[in-house]
């Protein structure tokens, strides 16, 4: 039941909110809503895969929902060029060069990293499309506060030199979140208008696209329980990189669009960590388990630097019993498998459910 004076809260606002912004079409949606019948045999719960590396933009991944909200934002205000920040293996700056070619923009990446001799991966791609780098020396695996504090002084020359629309690494920006709040929405249409998962698993980088998620799912007034689960280590995220936790996220981005809600809408979540803590971009035997599994019983690939750490967490949290027997579970496949050779390494490690 909705409070006297409250926006009200069903599927049906949520897509209202959506149809009021502005936005480009850049991806190809719906993605796939698949169930995983093998695993969800042999983990006791009901197990489904939202497969977002198949989103249409470049080769797919989380970040073309949010761009179609963001470079509309753009648009809007009349900027020509964006600026965007990322590590040497960033699907998220490649991502957005796609995007911004795709719109007519611009576009200025800054890496962190030395400059290689030689350009792969996605750093290939980026330069494919065309993008102007810079670069400021940083590791992502074990990164320092020295080293951020050079990075995001290299972006913001880059931006007053440009005159670019600033678009924060990850696209963690309020004006991004309705990408995964829309997101919400086109799973409950593949559902026949109905929600019933009672909990959500995607990885954490940067927190934008939990933060959506929390968004649409307080929105639809839906219960289910997110599980977010960190790609890098505590240390980076807390005190290097100071990630604000999607609380504060959902709360400044629920302001700016003017939605009303307080600390108490928040929906119920956690940051899952210790799945990350060799470093962003390092594999893990844990992940390297989780890959293995997701290919060998279903035919899907994940990748090493975010999705299989948050299967592995996925996995984890079932042992625990944090997830429940008999629970149904959405995984949520954020992409990055352009990122899969960049960091390749091979373990010899038993798949353990």
């Known amino acids: 039941m909705n409070e006297p004076g409250a926006r009200p809260r069903s599927l049906g606002a949520l897509e209202a909110f959506i149809a009021s912004l502005p936005r480009l079409a850049i991806g190809i949606f719906p993605t796939p809503l698949v169930r995983l019948d093998r695993l969800s045999d042999e983990l006791g719960i009901d197990l489904w895969l939202k497969r977002d590396e198949l989103s249409g933009l470049a080769l797919g991944g989380n970040k073309t929902r949010k761009l179609e909200f963001v470079l509309a934002d753009a648009r809007a205000r009349g900027y020509r060029t964006v600026v965007t920040v990322g590590p040497l293996t960033s699907n998220h700056t490649m991502m957005t060069a796609a995007a911004a070619r795709r719109c007519g923009f611009d576009v200025h990446c800054v890496i962190g990293s030395e400059r290689p001799a030689r350009a792969a991966g996605n750093l290939l791609l980026t330069e494919y499309l065309g993008a102007t780098l810079h670069f400021a020396p940083m590791d992502f695996a074990t990164p320092t506060v020295v080293e951020q504090e050079r990075l995001q002084e290299l972006c913001d020359r880059v931006v007053a030199a440009t005159g670019g629309y600033w678009i924060p690494g990850g696209g963690t920006m309020p004006e991004a979140e309705p990408g995964y709040m829309e997101a919400v929405a086109e799973i409950a249409r593949q559902r026949a208008g109905r929600w019933d998962f009672d909990h959500f698993v995607a990885a954490f980088g940067t927190g934008s696209t939990t933060t959506g998620l929390l968004l649409g799912i307080a929105l639809a007034g839906l219960d289910v329980f997110v599980h977010a689960v960190a790609v890098s280590s505590r240390h980076a995220i807390e005190e290097v990189f100071r990630r604000p936790p999607p609380a504060r ?16 809408d928040v929906p119920a979540h956690e940051i899952v960590f210790g799945y990350g803590e060799a470093g962003y971009g390092v594999p893990t035997p844990d992940a390297d388990a989780a890959l293995r599994l997701v290919a060998g019983r279903e035919g899907y690939f994940l990748d090493p630097v975010y ?25 949520l496949h954020t992409g990055g498998l352009s990122m899969t050779p960049a960091a390749e390494k091979r373990y010899a490690h038993p798949i353990d459910l």
């Open 307 to 331: 999705t299989a750490k948050a299967f592995a967490g996925l996995l984890g949290r079932v042992r625990e019993g944090s997830i429940p027997r008999g629970s149904r579970v959405l995984f």
């Open 249 to 264: 996220l959902f709360l400044d981005s629920a302001a700016h669009f003017g939605l009303g809600f307080t600390a108490a």
